[in-house]
Structure formats: structure tokens, C-alpha cells
């Protein structure tokens, strides 16, 4: 069964900060993994998706890779806005989405 | 477009009591998935739907039943809700393209369930 690890589970940093977020899972059979954005009551919004065959995607401030051999993708942000403060949550896809718990990032002014 | 939405945005139900919650997307998507946030546990897919008639088991089924009569609508019913399922439900759908695998799921705002 597949296991998706996100660490650390929350994070506090000053604007302006490069940052790391990073997902693990226990499976390297998977399809692709996906990285949301979940603001409070709010749902998840898309923000990367590296196929398998893929190692990284970029998206304005934002990049992420994918090491399937290992099991490990990172979310990186750089140069950290207040309006960045949410929940960051990995999925990867295989026979199904598993999701991880997230890591909540607050970006103090 | 509307993306994916959801009905309804909150309920309170009492153990026992039965409801349907309805997701609809007009994006044409093949795919259709329920899932479940609870805190610390981050989303678990309740049952999902390939296309319009079918529907399968996800990770946690119990409890729940889903009907896909209409390519752009995926209904969750609980016969008989149980405090357990006190939860935040989120529908999503994608669609597939055979040379690529699927696609990037969208989601629904979600809807906050009670059951006291």
C-alpha cells in the first residue's frame, strides 16, 4: 500500500525566504504526483504536476522535482510572500491518488 | 466555466439521518472522485467513477453509496450517517489521455458535514 510522507508537518519562515516542502512515498510504480495549495475552508488548487517520466516542473516562483527511485519529490519557493501562507499538500498517482497530510507554511511579513 | 462545484456547503445531521451530496462539473471530465479530509490524516478517496454508469470502491467505502447517472454528475449518499463520517467531503474530477496517464484532478470547495 502506498505511503505518502510530507515533512515538516507545519512551517513558519519570514517573507522573502527561499523554502523547501518535501514529499516522500513508499511506491516508485506511480503515474504522476501532484502538488495543491488548500487555503483554510477552502478546496486544494492545482499548482504542479510531474509525470512519471518527467523530473521537474516550474511555475512562476514555484518548482518541483521528482525522484521516483527514491521515492522523494520537493516543493521549492522562492522568495516567500505572506500570501503564500496555506496548506501544501503532495498526491502521488498509482492504482490510486494517495494524498499526504500536508505541510502548513505560514510567511510572516 | 464553473470548474466543479459542490451542494451543499455545510449540513448538520443527526446519527441515523440519511443525505445525498451532489458534485457536477462542466468540464467534460471522464473521471469523478469522492474524498474525505480529516485533520491530520490529509484525503481519502471514498469511491470514484470511470464514466458515466460506473462507479468503484476507493481506500474507505463503508458507509457511503454513489451513483454517476449523468456524465457531469457524481452523488454521495450516506444511508444512515454515524458521527464517524463528521468530515469534510471534496469531489474532484480529470480526465485521461491514454499516452499521457491522467491529467491534474480538480476539486470542489467541499462540503462540512456534522453528524451529532
Known amino acids: 500500500k502506498q505511503e505518502v510522507t510530507q515533512i515538516p508537518a507545519a512551517l513558519s519562515v519570514p517573507e522573502g525566504e527561499n523554502l523547501v516542502l518535501n514529499c516522500s512515498f513508499t511506491?516508485?510504480?506511480?503515474?504522476?504526483l501532484q502538488w495543491f495549495r488548500q487555503d483554510p475552508g477552502k478546496g486544494l488548487t492545482s499548482l504542479l504536476l510531474?509525470?512519471?517520466?518527467?523530473r521537474e516542473q516550474t511555475s512562476g516562483r514555484l518548482n518541483a522535482s521528482l525522484d521516483k527511485s527514491s521515492g522523494r519529490s520537493t516543493l521549492y519557493i522562492a522568495a516567500s510572500q505572506p500570501g503564500d501562507s496555506a496548506t501544501y499538500l503532495c498526491?502521488?498517482?498509482?492504482?490510486?491518488?494517495?494524498f499526504g497530510a500536508g505541510t502548513r507554511l505560514t510567511v510572516k511579513p | 466555466n464553473a470548474g466543479v462545484t459542490q451542494t451543499p456547503k455545510f449540513r448538520v445531521l443527526k446519527t441515523g439521518q440519511s443525505m445525498t451530496l451532489l458534485c457536477a462539473q462542466d468540464m467534460n471530465h471522464e473521471y469523478m472522485y469522492w474524498y474525505r479530509q480529516d485533520p491530520g490524516m490529509g484525503l481519502r478517496l471514498i469511491h470514484y467513477s470511470v464514466g458515466e454508469g460506473t462507479t468503484a470502491k476507493g481506500e474507505v467505502p463503508d458507509g457511503y453509496n454513489v451513483s454517476r447517472l449523468k456524465k457531469q454528475n457524481f452523488l454521495l449518499g450516506l444511508e444512515s450517517a454515524a458521527p464517524s463520517q463528521t468530515s469534510v467531503y471534496f469531489c474532484?474530477?480529470?480526465?485521461?489521455?491514454?499516452?499521457?496517464?491522467?491529467?491534474?484532478?480538480?476539486f470542489g470547495p467541499g462540503t462540512r458535514l456534522t453528524v451529532t
Open positions: 474532484a474530477s480529470s480526465y485521461f489521455k491514454r499516452d499521457r496517464k491522467l491529467y491534474e484532478q480538480y
Open positions: 511506491d516508485s510504480a506511480i503515474y504522476n
Open positions: 510531474i509525470q512519471s517520466s518527467q
Open positions: 498526491a502521488v498517482r498509482g492504482r490510486n491518488m494517495r
